[in-house]
């Protein structure tokens, strides 16, 4: 069966270009405007409705469609789809009026006001209500309307509201706990209540994790967040069961949020989508920003099963609520857009169309910028439009990874919570700097949840695995055994799903499998370094660790330089089965990192895209169709890449010698005979 990206591309005839349309923001004539220069941009697909529920139902028991009717003719008469959106994620100040008891409650007790978004309590039995009702209005009414090519379910489930600790969601996480753990007995059990007399007696003697005088119960805390999740996702599936039988036909997706979400589980969302879409922004402040980026558009593939994916959102310039927003540079939308392209995104686009005038998103850029047409955020936005336009056979394509990085929302919850060993140990830190080891090396992965199917990687890496269960252990186990090689960063192992320590200790279930047991977690003190024998210093965190039939790779030096860890492996490899297993008892450095991730690939057999240009990333898509490489040069200088062949596209220079890739600039190669087939 055609995917429903795949079918929407047909539809559009390429890639969907455009972004968030918000026409109730501004008078009717200026909506003329927008289409005339929607088309002028190459626009084909605009977000529409995200944040229109006080205009569509403007009073509890009246509906208003005048705009919508309006926009979506006009739309649809210049030829434009319409991904367009329950607007569920932004309730009317009048629901607010009838349901106060509905906004949510933080930890500490303080009922939030209206006055933003995502004003509500997920678990509130008014908000349903309300919310079924508005959806089922807006996909009776149009169902039919030739404009609409894609249901956009909410607006970043959880963004604002995934925590609330209100009496309502107090319900909502019992009946949640009882069906999880299905005596109090069980419960108890998983969250250890006999420390600190915390036994209970009655499922209503359980409450959400609330502010309290010390440290709160991990696993309830986990528990919670995990309940907290699943209640979004509850109305995620409500709002999409809906659309589908009142609308059958019309994909339903909603943009996820990667890893600038960590309140919502993004694997458990992913499958409860017909395609997978994703927002991404930078963070002006980090200057690899573009490696986050990557990273996060593996983790949209990932999501989608390798699968192409839609990005919703991303930005054309700054953003807003950033302490310092700084604008993008000319050239770094377009390597931005690109970057997405080239990792399985068949549709680049923004938050919004057109910059407010108003509100609280007036300083955040927009592709038609309040400068107007004359301004360089607008000359690059058409001119992508006119790019794109071209790639269309790039559309169906697929990345192929032989690598898989494994990403898990617990394990993230878990490592987080109160009174660890070090506070310093953060998950996406560890995230980021193995995917950048991959990333400098042009090692395509995909990023995946631990109990993904992994038979078809060659390599596996987990930076962090702190929180594992016992059936994705025994998945890591089982892929080894059968030949893969995987690889292991610190503090892994060391907690079940209920975030209890296992009986003998860590790395608990992966002992087996790397070869080895730790002896005791020797955190840094804020500013020591220790030294490994590969001529690498490390920070913040040391392990010390018990060989049971593994070999070390680097060892932490010998004497004081050393650390608390001195002399004892630092990274390991254990042969095991038919694979190997590697582990790591430290925050390495991007060299050992690189190192572990080298000797890995070379033991696997995988190999770069394209063999390392500095500053340069590589990415492949290839189907029937041909094989895509593109370039991306994050360098202000000129690069060539040597030995490729084939046609350059976007005006891409191939030679004998090579593909030169402007500085700051991306270059496009159809391949002459597809790498892998
Ligand atoms: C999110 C939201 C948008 C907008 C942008 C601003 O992605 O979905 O509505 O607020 O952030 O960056």
Redesign the pocket.
């Known amino acids: 069966m055609t995917h429903p990206l795949t079918a929407l591309n047909q539809r559009l005839g390429g890639i969907a270009y455009g972004g968030?349309y918000n026409p109730e923001q501004w008078p009717r004539e200026v909506w003329q405007e927008d289409v005339r220069l929607m088309r002028e941009a190459g626009v084909n697909l605009v977000t529409v409705g995200?944040f229109s529920w006080s205009r569509i139902q403007p009073r509890p028991d009246t509906y208003d469609w005048d705009m919508l009717d309006e926009v979506l003719d006009l739309l649809h008469g210049h030829g434009i789809a319409v991904d367009l959106s329950t607007p569920t994620a932004a309730p009317p100040p009048w629901f607010t009026r009838l349901h106060p008891d509905a906004l949510p409650v933080t930890s500490a007790g303080t009922r939030l006001a209206h006055g933003s978004r995502q004003a509500f309590c997920p678990s509130h039995p008014a908000y349903a209500e309300a919310a079924d009702a508005v959806v089922t209005a807006l996909a009776g009414r149009y169902a039919e309307h030739p404009a609409v090519a894609l249901w956009h379910v909410h607006?970043?489930w959880g963004?604002h509201n995934a925590l609330c600790y209100c009496d309502t969601s107090a319900e909502a996480f019992r009946s949640w706990l009882r069906a999880r753990h299905t005596t109090l007995d069980a419960l108890n059990s998983a969250w250890g209540t006999d420390f600190w007399s915390q036994r209970y007696g009655d499922w209503d003697e359980i409450d959400p994790p609330r502010d309290t005088t010390a440290f709160r119960n991990p696993g309830q805390e986990l528990d919670f967040r995990r309940f907290s999740s699943d209640a979004l996702l509850g109305r995620h599936r409500a709002e999409t069961a809906l659309l589908r039988r009142l609308a059958p036909g019309i994909p339903v997706t909603t943009?996820l949020m990667g890893t600038l979400e960590k309140k919502t589980d993004g694997h458990a969302f992913a499958p409860a989508c017909d395609l997978v879409s994703v927002?991404h922004?930078l963070t002006a402040a980090d200057p690899d920003g573009h490696v986050d980026l990557a990273l996060n558009a593996d983790l949209a593939r990932g999501m989608a099963g390798g699968r192409p994916w839609l990005l919703m959102?991303h930005?054309t310039s700054a953003?807003?609520?950033q302490p310092v927003n700084v604008a993008k540079t000319p050239g770094e939308m377009r390597r931005n857009s690109l970057t997405h392209l080239a990792r399985g995104a068949d549709g680049i686009m923004f938050?919004q169309w057109r910059q407010s005038a108003a509100g609280a998103?007036k300083w955040?850029s927009a592709m038609l910028p309040h400068a107007g047409t004359d301004s360089r955020v607008w000359r690059e936005v058409s001119a992508l439009g006119a790019e794109l336009a071209t790639l269309t056979e790039v559309t169906g394509t697929r990345v192929r990874a032989d690598v898989a990085l494994l990403f898990d929302w617990p394990a993230w919850w878990a490592l987080e919570l109160q009174a660890r060993p070090s506070s310093r140990m953060r998950y996406l830190d560890m995230v980021r700097s193995w995917y950048a080891a991959l990333w400098s090396l042009n090692i395509t992965c995909d990023v995946v949840a631990p109990g993904a199917d992994l038979t078809s990687y060659r390599a596996v890496v987990a930076p962090n695995l702190y929180l594992v269960g016992d059936k994705d252990a025994a998945n890591l186990t089982d892929y080894v055994r059968r030949g893969g090689h995987l690889a292991v960063g610190c503090f892994s192992g060391a907690v079940d799903s209920q975030d209890r320590v296992r009986p003998g200790g860590s790395p608990g279930p992966l002992g087996e499998v790397l070869g080895l047991s730790v002896d005791e977690y020797l955190p840094l003190r804020p500013g020591e370094r220790a030294r490994l024998d590969d001529g690498s210093a490390v920070a913040d965190w040391a392990e010390r660790v018990e060989p049971r039939g593994c070999a070390a790779v680097v060892r932490f030096a010998k004497g004081a330089a050393g650390g608390p860890a001195s002399g004892g492996p630092a990274v390991t490899r254990n042969d095991f089965g038919r694979g190997s297993a590697s582990y790591v008892a430290t925050l390495p450095s991007p060299q050992t990192l690189h190192d572990l991730i080298e000797a890995l690939a070379h033991r696997a057999g995988v190999r770069p895209v394209v063999p390392p240009v500095r500053g340069v990333e590589a990415v492949r898509r290839t189907g029937p169709q041909g094989s895509f490489l593109f370039l991306v040069n994050h360098t202000p200088h000129h690069a060539k890449v040597p030995g490729v062949r084939g046609t350059g596209l976007l005006g891409t220079e191939v030679s004998d010698s090579g593909v030169l890739v402007p500085g700051g600039g991306v270059a496009v190669v159809r391949e002459q005979a597809p790498a892998r087939p």
Do not use: Q, R
């Open positions: 968030d995200v607006n970043e963004n943009n927002d922004y959102e930005s953003v807003n609520w938050f998103e955040h």
